[in-house]
């Protein structure tokens, strides 16, 4: 069992950066991948950002260049720099540990969320 605690989340003007981190509670959390999800109000959950446990990063298209995700394996977290936010990054973060096949397979282990809000 592995539990998730994320913070970092707040209010930033647009053009400002935020930076999440999700804690994991177990020290197997080397062995999984991590991701970032986030939802918005109305929409889906979609996933943002992922890393695997050597390190190999991906990104959703609306976000390469602006955001950089990391992974601290002797401090059993995963973060989320998040640069040039825009409003419509606006969303509930959740953080994620799971698997890579090819693509990031979600597993059962997710945080709490935290709400970032982007003002225009």
């Not at 400002?16 to 109305?42: D, E, N, T, V």
């Not at 720099?81 to 994620?96: F, G, H, I, T």
């Amino acid at each position: 069992q592995v539990q998730l605690v994320e913070s970092g989340g707040g209010l930033v003007q647009a053009g400002g950066s935020l930076r999440l981190s999700c804690k994991a509670s177990s020290a197997i959390f080397r062995i999984f991948a991590m991701a970032w999800y986030r939802q918005a109000p109305g929409k889906q959950r979609e996933l943002v950002a992922s890393i695997g446990s050597s390190g190999t990063s991906n990104y959703a298209d609306s976000v390469k260049g602006r955001f950089t995700i990391s992974r601290d394996n002797a401090e059993n977290t995963v973060s989320l720099q998040m640069n040039s936010l825009k409003p419509e990054d606006a969303a509930v973060y959740y953080c994620n540990a799971g698997t890579y096949s090819g693509t990031y397979n979600p597993g059962n282990f997710w945080g709490q969320g935290t709400p970032v809000t982007v003002s225009s």
